[in-house]
């Protein structure tokens, strides 16, 4: 069984599945002609547990394949111009300087604390910066006071995480800037000739796992084409998987970020507007140990 379900999620993509596929026939022809096999609980358990898990198995191993294309077809590397695209009349250096971040009033976890204070301090004001944090109260002032429309979907969500996925896609939208999770940590300025100067609307980072690109670390600029049509899809794709961290991914988090990407490069008539993917030393932070967005699944 457990050979079976690696095999499973080393396959590449959907047209790669005949080893397992004959394991899974074998086992299953032993438990035909071993009637003892069959009266054993443990293997109906295990057989039950192999058919449960059979389609997550081929949801991940095809996304573990688009991954794999992603970063070797889709990683852009930064263009540097002598002078900044002008992408918004009111912001022609396009990614203002405004950092984003969000959580709980207070924050209780020591890391994250030092890390929010970290932020703070390297991209003060006096560095030429706007620090913003937004906390629950905050979050639902902003959308009823800018998209009033979208609140009903933001209270639908089932998970905390789910909410702070879409707030952060609303207030950058709106305002423009950098976001970060609680758990990246600064160890200096970025590099801001090739976030700011470079002729790109969104910057995307690869995420740690073969999920896409993640969602904890972004900029953009104010009202991109991009990030509203990642926002006008939020609804289409918000449904209960009965799993948390599945549908946390899916629903508004790095695997929808993926999804909607890959659709939008598709589709896109030109580069007016275009999302650029780059690594996260770029940036210049480093990832603290565990992860904030495990804890707002409750």
């Not at 896409?212 to 926002?231: E, M, Q, R, W």
Request: include cysteine.
């Amino acid at each position: 069984v457990f050979s079976l379900f690696t095999d499973f999620m080393m396959a590449p993509s959907f047209l790669n599945l005949t080893s397992p596929l004959k394991k899974l026939h074998t086992i299953l022809r032993h438990c035909a002609t071993k009637t003892r096999c069959l009266r054993s609980k443990k293997t109906i358990i295990a057989i039950c547990i192999c058919v449960l898990l059979f389609p997550g198995i081929i949801f991940l191993s095809h996304y573990q394949y688009c991954m794999h294309y992603f970063l070797h077809s889709y990683v852009a590397r930064p263009e540097p111009q002598q002078k900044p695209i002008r992408i918004h009349d009111d912001h022609p250096n396009g990614i203002p300087k405004r950092i984003h971040q969000m959580g709980p009033n207070n924050i209780t976890r020591e890391s994250w604390r030092d890390n929010q204070q970290q932020w703070m301090r390297t991209y003060s004001a006096d560095n030429g910066y706007e620090y913003m944090y937004w906390t629950n109260d905050k979050i639902e002032d902003f959308i009823l006071s800018t998209t009033p429309q979208l609140m009903s979907l933001y209270a639908s969500y089932r998970y905390d995480i789910q909410r702070y996925d879409v707030a952060r896609l609303l207030i950058l939208n709106h305002f423009g800037g950098i976001y970060s999770d609680l758990d990246i940590r600064p160890k200096g300025l970025l590099n801001e000739s090739v976030i700011f100067n470079n002729h790109a609307s969104t910057i995307l980072v690869p995420g740690m796992t073969d999920f896409g690109p993640s969602n904890d670390l972004f900029a953009t600029a104010p009202n991109t084409k991009f990030i509203n049509f990642v926002i006008s899809n939020l609804e289409e794709y918000n449904h209960f998987w009965y799993v948390p961290y599945l549908t946390v991914m899916t629903s508004a988090g790095p695997m929808y970020l993926f999804e909607q990407y890959l659709r939008f490069c598709a589709m896109a008539e030109d580069n007016t507007d275009r999302v650029v993917i780059l690594k996260y030393s770029f940036f210049n932070v480093g990832h603290s140990t565990g992860n904030s967005w495990h804890v707002w699944i409750e």
